[in-house]
């Protein structure tokens, strides 16, 4: 069944449409991440226009990491008062996001850009996750406990100024690391059009030394709040959402994201990990593979203004 | 004067009939003057009906002609890119900005334009792809360029593969010899916006009539509605967007909770 999406100005497959968010949700609910960065190339896939596809996958996003937020937040697994913190930096970080996606499109290097980011981040975080995880496993099989070592619980990072205290996730840091963080994930967001939760859990565990208990409750409220800010700031900058894009991709993907936390559940951690930082590293080698090999046309044409 | 001299003049031609007796008149009709764009809509056929009468007072029309309609849509601005590598990498280099030429195009005939007239008329009336005036702003100036410019070349190629620029030699059917119809073809993501259709009739390679039609493709219900929020109320369509997020996540999480 055709449905014509009215900002993306071309007719879907509803049925293809509402699968891939089944799909994209069932990853995300497994690994407690957004899953953005596998719809954004998605949508592109279909004939979706990048610009498109990126301010609409964050209302997704949204939707998905909401119901995540609220399971979390029951369970009282998640650290509000750090959230918070990183959130006022993520949402300045998201306006220079929207602020850089606009003049990067004037300037005909939005592709580029977005691509290049895909390839940097996938490939270096999936990287690292698979050589930790290998780590963890091979471990795992010797007999030893598989849970990620923390070696000296200080590291240069503790020894900056303004510190406080999150009482849930019983660290006390600097709040320059938080900030920043908080900025990347905001900035990184709005461009690419991903929540950064594949980017905030590795980051939290391994700089805030985040406890495993509340990380991932946290980076969905981080990712809620982004996602939603950044709907909001393309729907008045650049006005490419499509509610109705949006609207059949989060259908399927809440309900993927709650057969796919299950899944999670029953998996070991450092196989997890694994298995996400494959998916990582195979999408950022597409990525690689589309701008080092010769594109089939040269040319390409882009929309300036109408009448 | 000058007005009454050729005033007399028109007369005595249509009384004396010191042309042949052939004067023609195009009469056509859009089988739909209206295309909506709603939720279903996957792209659309559309004809054009017409027949060829004598001019008032006249009898004879010819034997044999030729037809050609020119569509084109909406004007807009639109930018090719050439990618080239840099340091390994595929990036756009070099852009040239097409300005204000049709979204949609479509050149229909009963056959060749090459066939119909003599490359001079053809240019003169910008018939076919190649014909078509499409001013490229190259420094300060506006200009269309000649046919093979490799962007020119490149615009028109990409424009036909997204099913927006036509040049269809058998579009146009004669069902008797003065009676004719034209199928054009509207591709799911037609433009938006007034399509003008240029009828022209061509006899031994010399264009003897011309007459003009015109179409209206709008969004409908609910496609319109959201393409005007999103563009009129961005703020409040993104706050919208945004509510209907959180909605449908809290709705999931009402429906699946178990424990």
């Known amino acids: 069944m055709q449905i014509y999406l009215p900002i993306a100005d071309m007719p879907v497959n509803i049925f293809l449409v509402l699968g891939m968010g089944l799909a994209v949700g069932y990853i995300s609910g497994m690994f407690g991440i957004g899953g953005g960065f596998l719809m954004t190339p998605l949508l592109i896939f ?12 964050a209302s997704h996003i949204a939707a998905s990491s909401f119901t995540g937020a609220i399971t979390y937040w029951n369970r009282r697994a998640l650290d509000l008062a750090l959230a918070l913190m990183l959130l006022g930096a993520g949402i300045l970080g998201t306006a220079t996001g929207v602020w850089l996606f606009t003049t990067l499109r004037a300037l005909d290097q939005l592709d580029l850009m977005i691509g290049l980011s895909y390839v940097t981040l996938l490939t270096v975080v999936g990287g690292l996750m698979i050589y930790e995880s290998v780590r963890a496993v091979m471990r795992a099989r010797h007999g030893l406990p598989a849970t990620i070592r923390r070696p000296g619980s200080h590291t240069w990072l503790h020894g900056l100024p303004f510190k406080v205290r999150f009482k849930r996730s019983k660290i006390y840091v600097s709040a320059i690391p938080v900030w920043a963080i908080g900025f990347i994930i905001g900035f990184v967001g709005a461009i690419m059009g991903i929540g950064g939760g594949f980017l905030l859990v590795p980051m939290l565990i391994y700089f805030l030394r985040v406890p495993t208990a509340t990380v991932i409750g946290t980076s969905m409220v981080l990712t809620l709040v982004t996602m939603a800010s950044a709907t909001v700031m393309h729907a008045v900058t650049n006005h490419l959402v499509d509610a109705v894009l949006a609207l059949i991709l989060m259908v399927g993907g809440v309900v993927g994201a709650q057969f796919g936390a ?31 090999v010769q594109p089939d046309d040269l040319y390409s044409i882009r929309y300036v203004r109408g009448e | 004067m000058m007005r009454r001299i050729a005033l007399t003049l028109l007369i005595i031609m249509l009384a004396s009939g010191a042309r042949p007796a052939a004067a023609e008149r195009l009469v056509v009709s859009l089988s739909n003057h209206r295309v909506a764009i709603n939720s279903n809509f996957v792209g659309e056929e559309l004809v054009l ?6 001019d008032a007072g006249k009898t004879g029309l010819r034997s044999a002609y030729d037809l050609v309609v020119t569509v084109s849509g909406p004007r807009e601005t639109l930018r090719t890119r050439r990618k080239q590598r840099v340091l390994g990498i595929w990036v756009n280099v070099d852009s040239r900005e097409f300005v204000r030429v049709p979204s949609y195009l479509a050149i229909l005939s009963n056959r060749p334009v090459a066939q119909v007239a003599n490359p001079d008329t053809l240019r003169r009336l910008q018939i076919g792809l190649g014909n078509f005036l499409l001013p490229q702003r190259i420094g300060p100036d506006i200009a269309d360029t000649v046919g093979d410019d490799p962007f020119r070349r490149a615009f028109v190629r990409l424009q036909v593969q997204q099913g927006l620029y036509h040049e269809i030699a058998a579009a146009v059917t004669f069902l008797t010899p003065t009676v004719f119809r034209a199928a054009i073809p509207l591709p799911a993501d037609v433009p938006t916006g007034n399509y003008a259709f240029d009828v022209k009739l061509f006899a031994d390679g010399a264009m003897v009539a011309r007459t003009n039609a015109a179409l209206d493709v709008t969004k409908a219900g609910i496609e319109q509605y959201v393409a005007d929020a999103a563009r009129d109320h961005g703020l409040l369509y993104g706050f919208a967007t945004m509510l209907m997020a959180l909605l449908t996540g809290w709705i999931a999480s009402v429906v699946f909770k178990r424990d």
């Open chain 1, 46 to 57: 279909i004939g979706v226009s990048p610009a498109v596809a990126v301010a609409s996958v």
């Open chain 1, 262 to 292: 299950r899944t999670g559940q029953r998996m070991r951690g450092e196989w997890l990990r694994l298995l996400l930082g494959l998916l990582v590293f195979a999408v950022g080698l597409r990525f690689a593979f589309e701008l080092v």
């Open chain 2, 49 to 54: 009906f017409g027949t060829i009468e004598p």
